[in-house]
Each structure stands twice: as structure tokens, then as C-alpha cells.
């Protein structure tokens, strides 16, 4: 007796599994290195382009005097909304008084290259009398949150 057989093949799963992820970076809001003041007697401001920081320098104001200085911050993001907001700080408010036009609004820089120009007053509203009184520190932070509803900024 002669026996024959045959092989079965099954067939085969391949199969390829992992992950993709997005490259962790910061949110690309800066400063172009635009800058205004409106007196250059009395206030220097200053950012260089492209870059986190800016300065600003108010020297010889009077009683009630003010002076503004204005940067421009630019959103160099492609598809990404940036939400600003600010936290201002003034060391001698009874002094001095310093405000921006962002004060506690928010404002949205819509994607690719929208910009938004940030104009910080500075007025003496009461005469030193003893040399501690004579100056008041700034501090401006700007925070730049990334977003992805664009009808916030009304971006099209």
C-alpha cells in the first residue's frame, strides 16, 4: 500500500505595532525686534528679533508725565493659535503707574506670522521725596499658550 499525503499551510499575521509622537517644542511666539517709543529723550526699548526679551529704560519723567514704548510679538507658528496674557509687576505703584493695552484681556495671535504690538505706558503720578521713591522696577510676563480653536482669534 502506497500512501500519499499532503501538507496544509496556514497562512501567516504579520503585523507591526508602535507609536508616533509629536516633537515637544516651544510654542514659537517672539519678539521681531520692532520697537517705538514715544519720546526717545525719556524711555529706550528694546527686543531683538526673534528672541524672548525685551528691555525697557524711563528716566527724567515729571509729575504726570507718560511715556509708552511698543513691541512686536509675532506668532511664527503654522497651524497653532497662541493665547497671550500677561502678569505685570510694578515696585513702586504709588509712584509710578504701568500698564499695557493687554492689561487683563487676552489677546490670540492667529498662526503664521500674525502679529500684535504691545504698547506699555509709563506715568509718574506722585513726586518722590526721598530717593527710594525715585524709580519702580518692571516686570512684564507674557505668556504665549498654544491653542487650536481658531475661530478664538478670529483666524480663517
Request: proline share 3%.
Amino acid at each position: 500500500v502506497l500512501g500519499v499525503g499532503y501538507a496544509v499551510i496556514n497562512s501567516t499575521v504579520l503585523n507591526i505595532g508602535g507609536e508616533a509622537a509629536a516633537k515637544t517644542e516651544d510654542l514659537q511666539v517672539v519678539f521681531t525686534g520692532d520697537t517705538d517709543v514715544s519720546n526717545s529723550d525719556k524711555v529706550t526699548a528694546t527686543a531683538k528679533a526673534n528672541s524672548l526679551f525685551g528691555e525697557i529704560s524711563v528716566r527724567d519723567l515729571t509729575l504726570n508725565e507718560s511715556v509708552t514704548a511698543t513691541y512686536t510679538i509675532k506668532n511664527e507658528e503654522v497651524d497653532v493659535l497662541a493665547k497671550l496674557t500677561q502678569v505685570l509687576k510694578n515696585s513702586n505703584p504709588s509712584h509710578f503707574s504701568v500698564t499695557t493695552n493687554l492689561d487683563s484681556s487676552t489677546y490670540y495671535l492667529c498662526p503664521l506670522n500674525d502679529t500684535y504690538d504691545l504698547i506699555v505706558t509709563v506715568t509718574m503720578i506722585k513726586t518722590p521725596i526721598v530717593s527710594a521713591d525715585n524709580s519702580t522696577e518692571i516686570n512684564i510676563d507674557l505668556t504665549a499658550t498654544p491653542g487650536n480653536d481658531l475661530t478664538l482669534g478670529n483666524c480663517s
